[in-house]
């Protein structure tokens, strides 16, 4: 079993940057296909960028191609997710999950931490 903690996200403008940080405890981190996922109030939660165990393959939602990066550190037992070009739409909590490489349900996924708020103002 992991457990996930969230941070990194702020408040910054249209155009910043900003890295979230997911910091896993246990020991299976490791062995866990990851996800970003995002809700915006109101709104469902939705998938964002996935990552598998190894780090070798990535996807990605089609909104945020080319800015957004996923990566991974297994020896940190930490991902991240670096967010550059930020827009007024990012605007949501962003959540880590570990679930299947490939799915984009946030029903697939678990150890869900509480969350890291990002606010990108115009």
């Known amino acids: 079993q992991v457990q996930l903690a969230e941070s990194g996200g702020g408040l910054v403008q249209a155009g910043d940057s900003l890295r979230l940080s997911c910091a896993a405890s246990g020991r299976t981190f490791g062995s866990h296909a990851m996800g970003w996922f995002r809700q915006a109030p109101g709104k469902e939660r939705g998938f964002v960028v996935g990552i598998t165990w190894s780090g070798g393959s990535t996807c990605y939602l089609d909104s945020v191609k080319g800015r957004f990066t996923i990566s991974r550190d297994n020896a940190k037992k930490t991902a991240y997710l670096q967010m550059n070009s930020l827009k007024p739409e990012d605007t949501a909590k962003y959540y880590c999950?570990?679930?299947?490489?490939?799915?984009?349900?946030?029903?697939?996924?678990?150890?869900w931490g509480p969350g890291t708020q990002v606010t990108v103002s115009s």
């Open positions: 999950g570990a679930g299947p490489f490939g799915s984009r349900r946030p029903s697939d996924f678990g150890s």
